[in-house]
């Protein structure tokens, strides 16, 4: 009869970098959802040239719409971010192989925003670095609870 495997430490709480990225998450949702702003208005004046003060009062309209995309953002973001910590602290916790797939959404949403971020001259894209790397070994530290060796 085989012995089972003894998780190791690391294996047992990676779930929670996972479950800390959502609750981060849910920080951002949350604030671009209530302000309707960027969190960067520098990467925002490289793009458009113009400081956010200025789009707001030169052309409202704009600054409406722009609003209400950051507001979507917002929500998406937040929507995301509760799937990550339901998920994080149900299935990937017990080590449902389906789980550790799906996770992976994560760091590719996070390499996406840091590369994005990076061509905008956003001081933000440190952040995102650290919280791709931080993504990145919330799922490859438990590898082997996921795919045990046979």
């Given at each position: 009869?085989?012995?089972?495997?003894?998780?190791?430490?690391?294996?047992?709480?990676?779930?929670?970098?996972?479950?800390?990225?959502?609750?981060?998450?849910?920080i951002?949702?949350?604030?671009?959802?209530?302000?309707?702003?960027?969190?960067?208005?520098?990467?925002?004046?490289?793009?458009?040239?113009?400081?956010?003060?200025?789009?707001?009062?030169?052309?409202?309209g704009?600054?409406?719409?722009?609003?209400?995309?950051?507001?979507?953002?917002?929500?998406?973001?937040?929507?995301?971010?509760?799937?990550?910590?339901?998920?994080?602290?149900?299935?990937?916790?017990?080590?449902?192989?389906?789980?550790?797939?799906?996770?992976?959404?994560?760091?590719?949403?996070?390499?996406?925003?840091?590369?994005?971020?990076?061509?905008?001259?956003?001081?933000?894209?440190?952040?995102?670095?650290?919280?791709?790397?931080?993504?990145?070994?919330?799922?490859?530290?438990p590898?082997?609870?996921?795919?045990?060796?046979?």
């Amino acid at each position: 009869m085989a012995v089972p495997r003894k998780e190791r430490a690391y294996e047992k709480h990676a779930w929670t970098l996972l479950f800390g990225l959502g609750i981060v998450g849910l920080i951002f949702g949350v604030r671009y959802m209530i302000l309707g702003e960027p969190v960067d208005v520098r990467a925002g004046e490289n793009l458009t040239g113009m400081p956010w003060d200025e789009i707001v009062t030169r052309n409202p309209g704009v600054a409406g719409y722009m609003s209400a995309l950051y507001r979507d953002i917002g929500i998406s973001i937040f929507a995301f971010s509760t799937l990550v910590l339901t998920i994080s602290c149900i299935s990937y916790r017990r080590g449902e192989r389906w789980a550790w797939y799906v996770m992976w959404v994560g760091p590719f949403f996070l390499l996406g925003i840091t590369v994005i971020e990076m061509s905008l001259a956003g001081r933000f894209w440190v952040l995102y670095a650290f919280l791709l790397i931080l993504s990145l070994l919330g799922l490859l530290l438990p590898y082997r609870k996921f795919f045990p060796r046979k």
